[in-house]
C-alpha cells in the first residue's frame, strides 16, 4: 500500500499554463508538505499544513497556491508556469509538526515546462 | 537562517567497504534533530538515521551510524560494509522548529563492485 502518493509522476506543459499536483496520504498523520528539487538536485520546503492550515509559507512566487481539503489531501496548483518552475515537487507527510516525527516522501513529480 | 553544508559532492567506495560522508550545520538553537535521507535513482527520498541533539549517544541503524560532534556542529555518516544498493544521493538534514526540514546540497555515492 503506497503510503504518499501523488499524481501524475510526470508532467510536461507550455509556459503559461496552469496546472496542479495531487497528493494523497493514507497514513492519518496531521502535517503534510510541499517540497521543490531543483536541477542540482537542491531540496528547499515551499509549504507547510497541519490539519488543513498553514504553517509553513516559504518565499515562494504567488503563482503556487497549496490547497488543502482534508487532512489527507494536499494539493499544488501552479498558474502561469515558467521555464524555471521545472523540478521535481516532492509531497511528504509526518503525524506532526516536530522533528520527532519521520518525514515521509512521495515519489516526486517531475515537472517541465517548455 | 540555519544552513547544512555538505562538502563532498562527490564520493565513490568498493563494494564492502567503509565510506563517511561529512555534514556541518549552522544553528542558533539547543534543540533540534538531524537527519540522513538517501535518493536512490528512483527518486524516493528515504530516512537513513535520525539524531537528537539533546542525546550524546550517536544513533545506528544497523550499517549506518552517526558520528554527532554538537559543539563543532558535525554530523558524519558511516556506512559499513557498503554495498552497491547504497549508491545513492545522500543529503543531510537539519529541522528546525514547525518541521521545516533544511537540507544539504548532496552528496553523490558510488558503490563499485
Known amino acids: 500500500d503506497t503510503a504518499v502518493s501523488q499524481t501524475p509522476k510526470y508532467l510536461v506543459t507550455q509556459m503559461g499554463n496552469d496546472k496542479s499536483i495531487k497528493c494523497e496520504q493514507n497514513l492519518g498523520h496531521d502535517t503534510m508538505y510541499w517540497y521543490k528539487q531543483d536541477s542540482k538536485k537542491f531540496l528547499k520546503i515551499m509549504f507547510s499544513y497541519n490539519n488543513k492550515e498553514l504553517i509553513i509559507n516559504e518565499t515562494v512566487p504567488n503563482r503556487f497556491s497549496p490547497k488543502s481539503p482534508d487532512k489527507a489531501h494536499l494539493n499544488l496548483h501552479i498558474n502561469s508556469l515558467e521555464l524555471g518552475d521545472s523540478a521535481v515537487y516532492f509531497c511528504?507527510?509526518?503525524?506532526?509538526?516536530?522533528?520527532?516525527?519521520?518525514?515521509?516522501f512521495g515519489p516526486g513529480t517531475r515537472l517541465t515546462v517548455t | 537562517a540555519q544552513t547544512v553544508t555538505q562538502s563532498q559532492p562527490e564520493m565513490s567506495v568498493q563494494e564492502a567497504e567503509t565510506v563517511t560522508l561529512s555534514c556541518t550545520y549552522d544553528t542558533s538553537e539547543s534543540n533540534y534533530y538531524l537527519f540522513w535521507y538517501k535518493q536512490p535513482p528512483s527518486r524516493q527520498m528515504i530516512l537513513v538515521i535520525r539524531q537528537e541533539a539533546y542525546k550524546q549517544q550517536n544513533a545506528t541503524e544497523n550499517r549506518f551510524s552517526v558520528n554527532f560532534q554538537k559543539a563543532a556542529k558535525s554530523f558524519s555518516l558511516k556506512i559499513s560494509d557498503s554495498q552497491l544498493g547504497d549508491t545513492a544521493m545522500y543529503f543531510c538534514?537539519?529541522?528546525?522548529?514547525?518541521?521545516?526540514?533544511?537540507f544539504g546540497e548532496g552528496t553523490q555515492l558510488t558503490v563499485n563492485p
Open positions: 538534514a537539519y529541522e528546525t522548529s514547525g518541521s521545516r526540514l533544511t
Open positions: 511528504a507527510s509526518s503525524r506532526r509538526t516536530s522533528g520527532a516525527y519521520e518525514q515521509y
